[in-house]
Structures are given as C-alpha cells and as structure tokens.
C-alpha cells in the first residue's frame, strides 16, 4: 500500500504528529495501545506541559538545536488544545501542569484529533524492514500475522529512546538513524534515581526532605527522598540527567536554614543541648539519627567552636555522596542523547542528508527537565515535523 507519511511509533511524539502530517498518513506502534507513558505519567495524571516551559530547561549536545520548535509550537498551544477537547487541568507546583482527572484524556484527545486529520492508527504492528528506493521509503511491516508492504514519500520516526523496555521502549530510532548515515550520540538513562551500596539509605527509606543538590555546577532545590536502594524524589532526578558515573554529587539538606547563626545562637542560650537534639529541629528525627552513622554529630551546642560549626555547616549543606550509579533504563523517565541533531534541521526536524526523513521526540538529541519539559519537547517537535510535511 502507499501513503503519503508513515509515523513509526504511536507514543507522545507520534500522535501528535499523526494530527499534523495530513490525512495520507498511517501511524503504526508494536504496543497494544497508543501512548502508554503518557498513560502512566505524572502518577496516572499526566504532566502534560510547564507553564515555564523555556530553552534553559534542555539538554543536548547542540544547545540551540531545540529552540525553533519549542518557539513555534509552545505550551500555551498545547493548553489550548487541552482546553478545546474540555480537559480540567491545574498547576500543581512548579508550573507544572496535570489533568485534574486522568492521564488518559490526553492520549484519547491526540487519538480523536489525528482521526479528525484523516491519519490511521495501526497498533500491534511491527517493523520488519525499511529501505530507501529513489524517493520513497519501503517499509515492510507484520500485523496481525500478516506482512505488508507501506510505500511513503516521508518516514517519520518516532519511536522514544531506550528507558522502560518492559513498556516496549527498543531503541529502533537509533538503529533507523545509523541506517542512513546518522550519527547518535551517547546515550544513558536520566531523570532517575541514584543507588548506592547496599543498603546505606535503607532504614530511613521514605523519609524526604527538602533539599539543593548540585552537580558539575547545575543546582536544583527540590525534595530529596531516601530509598531502599538509594536516592530518588524530584532533586534527585533533575540532577541524574548531570551526573556521570564516578562523580559526587552535593547535598544540601538544609536549604531553608543558616544552620551556622542558629547553632551559634543556641550555643550561648541552650548549651547544655545535643547537637541531635537541635538538628532534629529542622530535619527528620530518623535522619538524624542515620547521620549519626555517616558523620559526627556528638557534640553539646555550648562546646561548639567557630571552626566546628563551620565543619559541620559543610557535612550538612554540602554532604559529598558518590552514587555507585542509576537504576538505569528499568527505571528512567527518559534517555539523554539520542540522533545527532547536527544531521537534523531544526526547523522541520527533517534529515539534512535523507529528504522525507523525519526524527521528532524523545529519539532525539534533546533531553528535558522533569516537570513537563519533555511531553513539550515531543508536542514541539512534532508539529515541526508535521507542519513540514
Ligand atoms: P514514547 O516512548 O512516548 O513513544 C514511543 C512509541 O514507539 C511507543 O508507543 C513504543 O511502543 C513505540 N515503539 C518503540 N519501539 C518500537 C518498534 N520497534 N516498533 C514499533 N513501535 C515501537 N514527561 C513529561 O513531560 N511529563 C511527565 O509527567 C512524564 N512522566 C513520565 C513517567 C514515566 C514513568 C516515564 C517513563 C516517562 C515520563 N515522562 C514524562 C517522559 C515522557 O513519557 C517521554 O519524554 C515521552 O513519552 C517521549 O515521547 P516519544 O513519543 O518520543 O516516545
């Protein structure tokens, strides 16, 4: 059969673009449903977009690269088709934006606007081949148990990155992307949690706090959540997408506080106190009896001297942990890194050197913060596509 565009990948990205590439278009998915991590995003809410959406709260090679598209097609456009489809929303923090009901209203909304557009949706097809002759690409696909043949003028390729492969993530696009001539850059799981040797955090799994950690000069000042297998929560997370492996990370677990006037106030006004005593003040009382494990923190606030205080202020506003690394792609909301977008014009996402050939979404070089960023990444940068076509 022939059509005009063939999507591979009926995710965020390719929905999306499925309701802008015309009504020649045929999106296939090897799942049995369309958009299954916008299903089980945002805690089964979806964190659809960010009111703050900006170019800062991107990662890549090229730093530029993700402008034009985010600049063209931006949140308040997406808020605006939440709204035409009557969806609730609201701000939970952040600027980031949720469905006051379910998830599944966005995935049913971009399947009924692509229906509207014309373009068909094939699920539980697989792509077996795909070749480029003259103009247009061949792609032999298995559905049903049956082979057929698509013929298509354009090839959008939009099948994520590598993270979660028990939800049917397999890193086609990378392998799509080699095939004709693209390079990728390195890939590793990001926005995920940290593991540490065993068991060091267990006893106070599910204590959170708020928190700064930084890493190779990025901050983020969120909750930090101790697990049975490390760190996890938001701060944790945003930082996962700047560390590398080896690296230490610092903690700052009184963000709030001027831990050094405090204690040289009690020193004179409560001397005879603990120093655990008055820590557990302003942190939970369960990490302050696991610090006492990892740093020294015997001391009354009356024997407390200037350089002490000073020492301790660095153990618990720069607390240097090293990861011994991630919980990898089991667990990562996405993948950093991904098709060189030196190959790609950033205007249409289009291939440089393969005309009709289009990259869009996660499969891409350009990796967001959590909150949001990346579902506006693969909004973006399919209508890019799209609109191109
Ligand atoms: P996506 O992964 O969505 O879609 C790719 C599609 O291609 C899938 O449907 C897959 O089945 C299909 N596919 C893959 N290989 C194939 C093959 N060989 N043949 C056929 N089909 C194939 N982001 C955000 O902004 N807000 C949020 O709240 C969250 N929350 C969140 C929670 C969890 C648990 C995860 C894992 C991720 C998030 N994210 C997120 C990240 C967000 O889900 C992600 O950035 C987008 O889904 C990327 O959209 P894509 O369409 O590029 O890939």
Request: charged letters at 20%.
């Amino acid at each position: 059969m022939k059509v005009d565009t063939l999507i591979l990948g009926a995710g965020a990205a390719g929905l999306m673009a499925a309701a802008h590439a015309g009504p020649n278009t045929l999106l296939i998915d090897h799942a049995k449903a369309p958009g299954e991590k916008i299903r089980i995003s945002g805690g089964g809410r979806c964190n659809f977009t960010n009111m703050y959406a900006g170019f800062e709260n991107y990662l890549g090679q090229n730093r530029h690269f993700h402008k034009s598209a985010l600049t063209r097609y931006t949140q308040w456009d997406f808020v605006e088709l939440v709204g035409k489809h009557g969806i609730a929303w609201h701000e939970k923090t952040l600027g980031q934006l949720f469905c006051d009901d379910k998830a599944t209203q966005i995935v049913q909304m971009l399947v009924s606007e692509l229906r509207d557009a014309g373009a068909d949706l094939w699920l539980q097809t697989e792509v077996k081949e795909l070749r480029h002759e003259g103009t247009r690409f061949v792609t032999r696909l298995s559905r049903e148990g049956k082979e057929i043949t698509v013929t298509s003028a354009n090839l959008v390729v939009a099948t994520g990155g590598k993270s979660i492969p028990k939800m049917g993530a397999t890193g086609l696009a990378y392998d799509i992307a080699r095939q004709f001539g693209h390079a990728v850059t390195d890939t590793r799981p990001a926005l995920v949690p940290f593991t540490f040797d065993k068991g060091r955090f267990a006893e106070i799994s599910g204590v959170s706090v708020p928190s700064q950690i930084s890493c190779n000069g990025t901050m983020f000042d969120e909750a930090l959540l101790f697990t049975h297998r490390g760190l996890s929560g938001p701060a944790v997370l945003q930082i996962s997408s700047y560390w590398h492996e080896g690296e230490t990370i610092s903690v700052n677990l009184l963000p709030k506080t001027d831990l050094a006037a405090v204690l040289k106030d009690k020193r004179r006004s409560e001397g005879k106190k603990a120093l655990t005593t008055e820590l557990a003040q302003h942190l939970p009382a369960r990490l302050v009896e696991h610090l006492k494990a990892e740093m020294d923190l015997s001391d009354k606030l009356g024997d407390l001297s200037d350089k002490r205080i000073e020492a301790l202020c660095q153990d618990l506003t720069a607390w240097a942990l090293k990861p011994t690394g991630t919980e990898g792609y089991r667990t990562a909301e996405v993948t950093l890194g991904g098709v060189d977008t030196d190959g790609l014009n950033s205007q249409s996402m289009m291939s440089k050197s393969v005309p009709g050939l289009y990259f869009i979404g996660e499969a891409v070089d350009v990796t967001g913060w959590l909150g949001g960023f990346n579902f506006q990444w693969a909004w973006s940068s399919a209508v890019a596509a799209g609109q191109a076509i």
